[in-house]
């Protein structure tokens, strides 16, 4: 009996349409550039998570994942883009909250620094996590996406916190299927 994909017991929704995968992969690739922003993660560590998954067929070396982040349409690319199927987008769900959890007490402690700054309401660049996340993230925003040079540095900075809240949910359990739908649902409200 062939073993069934390693998240076909994770994600056990429907597959999402061609246009929804447009959107999908757009956000995908933002969470986990929040993730290596926040973490210093790199290539490796993802290639890594990748084989410790099973998935290496899917994110085999560098290549295919370059080939994956570049699917996402925001960012600058030289030439065409690679489609995002559904295998290499659930496959890219399961790394990006297999690092999260791996990560999930540093979220968890920018996240609670968050929260006490706003409870204080003091910004965040205030407590220096938060601000190293902040500008790398927006840095690495302006350097990776199309409209990185116009986009202000108020809508980064709420998108790199929106998003940071986001891996806490990701990080904890059921982290696949919460990430998966909440990438379908903004797929279709897009």
Same mark, same amino acid.
């Given at each position: 009996?062939?073993?069934?994909?390693?998240?076909?017991?994770?994600?056990?929704?429907?597959?999402?349409?061609?246009?929804?995968?447009?959107?999908?992969?757009?956000?995908?690739?933002?969470?986990?550039?929040?993730?290596?922003?926040?973490?210093?993660?790199?290539?490796?560590?993802?290639?890594?998570?990748?084989?410790?998954?099973?998935?290496?067929?899917?994110?085999?070396?560098?290549?295919?994942?370059?080939?994956?982040?570049?699917?996402?349409?925001?960012?600058?690319?030289?030439?065409?883009?690679?489609?995002?199927?559904?295998?290499?987008?659930?496959? *890219?769900?399961?790394? $990006?909250?297999? +690092?999260?959890?791996?990560?999930?007490?540093?979220? =968890? #402690?920018?996240?609670?620094? @968050?929260?006490?700054?706003?409870?204080?309401?003091?910004?965040?660049?205030?407590?220096?996590?938060?601000?190293?996340?902040?500008?790398?993230?927006?840095?690495?925003?302006?350097?990776?996406?199309?409209?990185?040079?116009?986009?202000?540095?108020?809508?980064?900075?709420?998108?790199? *916190?929106?998003?940071? $809240?986001?891996? +806490?949910?990701?990080?904890?359990?059921?982290?696949? =299927? #919460?990430?998966?739908?909440? @990438?379908?649902?903004?797929?279709?409200?897009?």
């Amino acid at each position: 009996m062939a073993a069934s994909p390693p998240w076909e017991e994770v994600v056990g929704v429907n597959a999402p349409t061609p246009a929804q995968l447009d959107n999908i992969k757009t956000q995908l690739d933002l969470v986990l550039l929040a993730l290596e922003c926040l973490a210093d993660i790199g290539s490796e560590a993802i290639l890594r998570t990748a084989q410790e998954l099973g998935l290496e067929s899917v994110v085999a070396d560098r290549v295919s994942l370059w080939r994956l982040r570049q699917s996402n349409p925001l960012r600058k690319s030289q030439g065409g883009r690679k489609k995002l199927d559904v295998d290499e987008a659930r496959s *890219l769900v399961m790394i $990006i909250c297999h +690092l999260a959890k791996t990560h999930h007490e540093l979220i =968890r #402690r920018g996240v609670a620094l @968050l929260e006490q700054l706003t409870e204080q309401n003091r910004p965040p660049h205030q407590a220096s996590m938060l601000g190293d996340f902040i500008d790398t993230f927006c840095n690495t925003y302006q350097e990776r996406m199309e409209d990185g040079d116009t986009t202000s540095a108020d809508l980064l900075t709420h998108l790199a *916190l929106k998003l940071l $809240i986001d891996l +806490l949910f990701y990080s904890g359990p059921n982290g696949h =299927r #919460r990430l998966w739908l909440a @990438l379908l649902d903004r797929s279709v409200s897009r």
